[in-house]
């Protein structure tokens, strides 16, 4: 069973870099079959995909058009888990964020708890 | 502007049958499949149906999803007090290069 668990800061500073991390148990980070994502949920944006990190012989980055200026997401096989960073964040970036995974064929099946993230001075 | 669209609420009695639908464009549910989540409140979403129609293991049957061109849609039959809940459509957007999400729809049992 695959379970994935977030862990945040709770606070940015406005014009800092968010930074989010998500523990994978259950599967690999680094299996060629998978894509690991960061979806943001908010009142005023609702259900928001971020982007995701896969591999494929090597790794790759697919980001949202609205983020991709200041988005990177970033694999540690080491540890098993992948992280989310925000650069210059403003008050419009507070959400709920929650990694997604896969669950065995279908994507986008297994959500973490989600942690949230607020941007404020 | 969400480029996948859902009417904000529906509502039912215990028993009756209610449906959702689940507007989109030719990049994203015209082409690709659609999956459906139900979120609690508090909680994070769940996946209710994948691959258009198809239930993950432990989702009741009462449960549904079809698609027809553009559009989708989610059925659910027989309601239950426990399924007050939003629910979000979701799939793949070709030319955005990203999955897209529905705008939600809270489902209230009266």
């Known amino acids: 069973q695959v379970q994935l668990q977030e862990s945040g800061p709770g606070l940015v500073k406005p014009s800092q870099t968010l930074s989010v991390t998500c523990a994978i148990s259950?599967?690999?980070?680094?299996?060629?079959?998978?894509?690991w994502n960061w979806i943001r949920q908010s009142p005023s944006r609702g259900l928001e995909w971020l982007g995701r990190?896969?591999?494929?012989?090597?790794?790759?980055?697919d980001y949202a058009a609205s983020v991709r200026s200041r988005i990177s997401i970033n694999p540690d096989t080491s540890k098993n888990q992948f992280s989310l960073q925000l650069n210059s964040v403003t008050p419009e970036d507070t959400a709920v964020y929650y990694c997604?995974?896969?669950?065995?064929?279908?994507?986008?099946?297994?959500w973490g708890q989600g942690t949230t993230v607020t941007v404020s001075s | 502007q969400s480029v996948v669209t859902q009417p904000p609420s529906a509502s039912g009695t215990p028993g009756q049958r209610v449906t959702i639908s689940c507007s989109g464009g030719?990049?994203?549910?015209?082409?690709?499949?659609v999956n459906w989540y139900q979120q609690l409140p508090g909680t994070a979403p769940k996946l209710l149906i994948y691959?258009?129609?198809q239930r993950p293991s432990g989702v009741p049957d009462r449960f549904s999803g079809s698609k027809s061109g553009t559009s989708a849609s989610l059925a659910i039959g027989g309601l239950q007090s426990e399924d007050e809940a939003d629910y979000y459509c979701?799939?793949?957007?070709?030319?955005?290069?990203?999955?897209?999400f529905g705008t939600g729809t809270k489902v209230t049992v009266l």
């Open positions: 997604v995974g896969r669950d065995g064929g279908i994507l986008l099946a297994i």
């Open positions: 259950g599967d690999s980070v680094s299996s060629n079959s998978a894509a």
């Open positions: 990190t896969y591999y494929r012989s090597k790794w790759n980055n």
């Open positions: 030719s990049s994203n549910i015209g082409r690709n499949s």
């Open positions: 691959s258009n129609n």
């Open positions: 979701a799939a793949w957007d070709d030319s955005l290069y990203g999955y897209v």
